[in-house]
């Protein structure tokens, strides 16, 4: 999933103190048939999302205006392939069928792009960046709270995949050449927010197994206050990307 820089934009204070299942590894953890469901659900929607973000890839490099810009959108897309191949891998390992485990997100998912279909590059180059963004902040905050070894493989997954500073450069220089173009972006990035937060939210609603872990009834879920808390460091996160790219949130 293309990601910005972990270090400057990712929600800051997210992993709290290790106990429970966070401090198990998978063996040990998914002893627990509820939490086993809920892992098996949580790799399905990362697994299709990696999928999902290397089609979307791989189309928006057809409007690239340059060569250049060109092979690096189909450089990300490659990565975005491996990220998906090893969350693939992982499903089989531990006995499941990756495309079982993807087919419950693939609706959800598919009906998130259409909605936010990018009518042009730039507007492609702010929904990888910013819109992709969001979902991967809401998962590094699941992660926090799952076993060790799903944790690292999930944390590993949404590394950038060189997105976030090309992204930047691009929509950068557009603005500095046509500064109307940066309010039509900071519109398009703001329907992006709300579409991506609802659009998460109904992946784990959907999901009975995902939503009794996040609110507490499986591993170390969130309470009412700690879900409020992460919507906040996900809505800060995106403020400092829209600045980023220099525009208004």
Known sequence: MTTPDNTSDAPADVTPEVTGVAAQDWSRACADPQYRAAVVDLLGALAYGELAAF?????????????ADKAE???MASAEFHHYEKLRDRLTEIGEEPTLAMEPFVAALDGFHKQTAP???LEGLVKAYVGDSIASDFYREVAARLDADTRELVL????DTGHAGFAVEKVRAAIDAEPRVGG???LWARRLMGEALSQSQRVVADRDALSTMLVG???DGFDLA???RMFSRITEAHTKRMAALGLAA
Not at 55 to 67: G, I, M, V, W
């Open 55 to 67: 089609e979307r890839l791989a189309e928006d490099a057809k409007l690239a205006p340059t060569l």
């Open 73 to 75: 959108l189909a450089k």
């Open 119 to 121: 009518s042009d590059w």
């Open 156 to 159: 590993a997954v949404l590394d």
């Open 184 to 186: 039509r972006l900071a």
């Open 217 to 219: 009834g499986v591993a």
């Open 226 to 228: 700690e879900v409020g």
